[in-house]
């Protein structure tokens, strides 16, 4: 098992925002995560990466805990995660931001390999290589996002909202890239709104309702269920 | 003329001194996002480091200079670590900027009880004359010429450090989001303690350039220094590394200017105007940028 979370709960302050959610991810699926605005889906993300604390539950990554892991260490570990509005360091170049995603690598050609790859497969990236990253579009900058994450080789990355804010070709292309990082053997853990679009994509899917999982099932099952396309799909 | 010359060049030695203590100030900034306002208390335990190394332990001043450097080094990494990183994350940004002030008259007090309030005369680390031009009438003092040669080295070796360095790159990152900086695999609190060492030891350096050029000594020798980088920084746009050159050289070269034909009394007041009308007509430093954020 990729990534197998049990009963989490997490805090924000005085709110309990995650109350007892439980999911696993198998190696090799894309697993999405849908809900509304507010239900507690990025926070999931992040507690997962070790961005915030969890406050009860665990967390185990292929077989090891990783609850009280620190998020730096989780990258060489084989996690990555592409969090949400792409955050890509906007001062530095696109060559230094896909340079920063392999910072856990030891072995240099081999991080240069990966960037070949990502040349290869976003020739826009190595357009752009020397502009500054927050001088890209908001397509690029997710193009850059997800090369980002490529370039520690992850087993698993997490990828939360990366369709936000983007016009529907931009959102088929996004998602032709999760296609292509899934067919390079790489496990996804799917965040989005778009939920049409993640069901389309994911093989299994969780709902997720102010904290707590409400459905879960089969992704194609989810896009067909009477329940899921009224609350999610527009009728 | 020639009176001239000189003062603008005792301006950029004395700018190059505000900015090696500024780039201390811009970088942890930058990348802790606080005001370090012991800053400089650290460049006269330096001071006091280089006086003991040279005047009690009989050191040659390279090695009362590098002795001092890593005194300094170690004083930066356990300030942030026992002052600073406890209170990171911390509701208010107040509690920090307080406790920084708190280390600084610390570091000022421990320094009255071990050296007491007496100044110290402060021996030059460079025993060089200098040289002289114009058939002696513009003499230029080895202490400045070193000075000058120090700043630009200093931002050299800086900037290489950062373009070309792992750690160097982690810095720029961890300075735009601490977060996503951690998702690339980067110790962020390691990260931050190295830029306190950085900052620390290159205040021990301008600590040894200043008590050479001004050569008395006494805990409270780095107070405003310390304040005037601030300024420095801050003209150049605080987190800027060659804004914290740029508002440094400004800085020295203004002040010296006023000293020498407006008034010595009025020095430090100049400066401090100065840095307000750049605040009214520029905030965010000559340097300083904003990036607008895509969506």
């Known amino acids: 098992m990729m990534l197998e979370v049990k009963d989490l709960e997490v805090n924000y302050g005085m709110i309990n ?36 604390p969890a406050a009860a539950g665990s967390i185990s990554f292929e077989g090891t805990d990783v609850r009280k892991t620190p998020g730096n260490k989780l990258v060489s570990l084989g996690m990555a995660h592409v969090p949400e509005g792409r955050r890509v360091f906007a001062q530095m170049s696109v060559l230094q931001n ?90 996804i853990l799917l965040v989005e709104q778009n939920a ?33 396309k009224k609350a999610y799909l527009g009728g | 003329m020639l009176n001239f010359l000189n003062t603008i060049i005792n301006g950029i030695s004395l700018g190059s001194i505000y900015a090696i203590i500024a780039l201390g100030y811009t970088m942890v900034y930058g990348i802790a996002k606080m005001l370090n306002f012991a800053h400089g208390d650290v460049i006269m335990v330096g001071g006091y480091l280089v006086y003991t190394g040279m005047i009690s332990w009989g050191f040659n001043p390279l090695l009362a200079i590098l002795f001092a450097c890593i005194g300094c080094t170690m004083l930066g990494i356990l300030t942030e670590r026992v ?29 009255l009880l071990i050296f007491t309030a007496n100044p110290k005369s402060f021996t030059s680390v460079i025993t060089w004359e200098g040289i002289s031009l114009a058939d002696g009438q513009l003499k230029i003092q080895g202490i400045t010429i070193v000075t000058i040669v120090a700043g630009i080295v200093v931002l050299l070796a800086l900037q290489l450090f950062i373009k070309r360095t792992k750690a160097g790159q982690a810095m720029l990152a961890v300075s735009e989001d601490k977060g996503a900086a ?3 695999g980067i110790d962020v609190n390691k990260t931050i303690s190295l830029t306190f060492a950085i900052g620390s030891g290159l205040a021990a350096i301008a600590g040894a350039l200043l008590c050479s050029a001004y050569p008395v000594l006494t805990p409270y020798t780095g107070a405003m220094p310390g304040i005037k980088a601030f300024v420095a ?29 407006i008034s010595t009394q009025l020095a430090d007041a100049i400066v401090f105007a ?12 000559l340097l300083g940028k904003k990036l607008q954020e895509k969506v």
């Open chain 2, 83 to 111: 002052a600073y990183k406890p209170l990171r994350g911390a509701s208010s940004n107040l509690a920090v900027l307080i406790t920084a002030i708190g280390v600084s008259y610390f570091l000022q007090n421990i320094s």
């Open chain 1, 98 to 187: 896909l340079k920063l995603g392999a910072y856990t690598r030891k072995d240099k050609a081999e991080a240069d390999e990966t960037l070949e790859m990502i040349y290869t497969h976003f020739p826009r990236l190595k357009e752009r290589r020397s502009q500054l990253a927050g001088t890209l579009s908001g397509g690029e900058q997710q193009m850059l996002a997800m090369g980002r994450a490529l370039m520690s080789k992850p087993k698993l990355i997490l990828m939360d909202e990366p369709s936000m804010g983007l016009s529907p070709l931009l959102v088929k292309e996004v998602f032709h890239i999760i296609e292509f990082c899934h067919e390079q053997g790489i496990t």
């Open chain 2, 233 to 261: 920084a801050v003209l150049g746009g605080i987190g800027s590394i060659p804004g914290a050159m740029l508002g440094g050289l400004l800085l020295g070269v203004a002040e010296t200017l006023s000293k020498r034909y």
């Open chain 1, 196 to 228: 049409r679009m993640a069901l389309g994509i994911a093989d299994r899917a969780y709902v997720l309702e102010v904290g707590s999982i409400n459905m879960e099932g089969n992704a194609k099952e989810l896009l067909e269920s009477e329940e899921i």
């Open chain 2, 274 to 285: 100065i840095l307000i009308v750049m605040l009214l007509v520029r905030p965010a430093g």
């Open chain 2, 182 to 184: 951690t998702l690339m």
């Open chain 1, 17 to 52: 925002a995650i109350r007892g959610v439980s999911f696993h991810v198998e190696q090799g699926e894309i697993v999405a995560l849908i809900g509304a605005n507010g239900a507690g889906k990025t926070t999931i993300l992040h507690t997962v990466s070790g961005l915030i």
